[in-house]
């Protein structure tokens, strides 16, 4: 289903529509980020993979308990970007040799993860408010605040010593 179609008439439409889009990318990256954290060099890197694949899996829950709120049926629908956001990353980590290196390309690709997730639930949470459901949207609001503190996180590990390492 393209985002244009016949499909999505209503504000609603397209709010269970991104709701799918999200499960399917949250659904992916519990899959994604045990192979990251296994390529990842830097302990602290690891671990904040290991870490977020956690926190990932209650955005699964979190998601899930939205659906049934808002009386939609808890389904996904494939997601491209995030599927393209994965593939790259995997076919970088795949080309880069030198260990310091590939972490810096892992939390490139981790970023890029993070920043898809972070427009999806600022839109959901808009969305969300907008349809009346303000109920719905403090529980993505919990989800989006962790996807911006993983973010944060990832950009001061790559620029205390992450990039630093890669660099030299």
Excluded at 60 to 71: A, I, Y
Aim: aromatic letters at 6%; proline letters at 2%; glycine letters at 4%.
């Amino acid at each position: 289903m393209g985002l244009f179609t016949k499909d999505i008439k209503t504000m609603n439409d397209l709010f269970v529509h991104q709701l799918q889009d999200i499960y399917y990318a949250e659904q992916q990256l519990t899959k994604a980020l045990p192979k990251m954290a296994d390529k990842a060099t830097d302990p602290q890197l690891k671990q904040g993979f290991l870490t977020h694949l956690e926190e990932t899996k209650q955005h699964v829950k979190r998601l899930e308990e939205v659906f049934q709120m808002h009386g939609a049926t808890v389904k996904a629908v494939d997601c491209p970007a995030i599927d393209g956001i994965i593939e790259e990353a995997d076919e970088t980590a795949g080309e880069v040799a030198d260990k310091a290196v590939l972490d810096a390309a892992l939390i490139n690709a981790a970023q890029a993860a993070e920043h898809y997730e972070i427009v999806r639930y600022g839109s959901l949470i808009a969305w969300a408010k907008q349809l009346g459901r303000t109920d719905c949207a403090s529980v993505l609001a919990r989800t989006l605040e962790e996807e911006k503190a993983t973010d944060k996180k990832l950009t001061t590990l790559a620029e205390s010593k992450v990039n630093l390492r890669a660099a030299s």
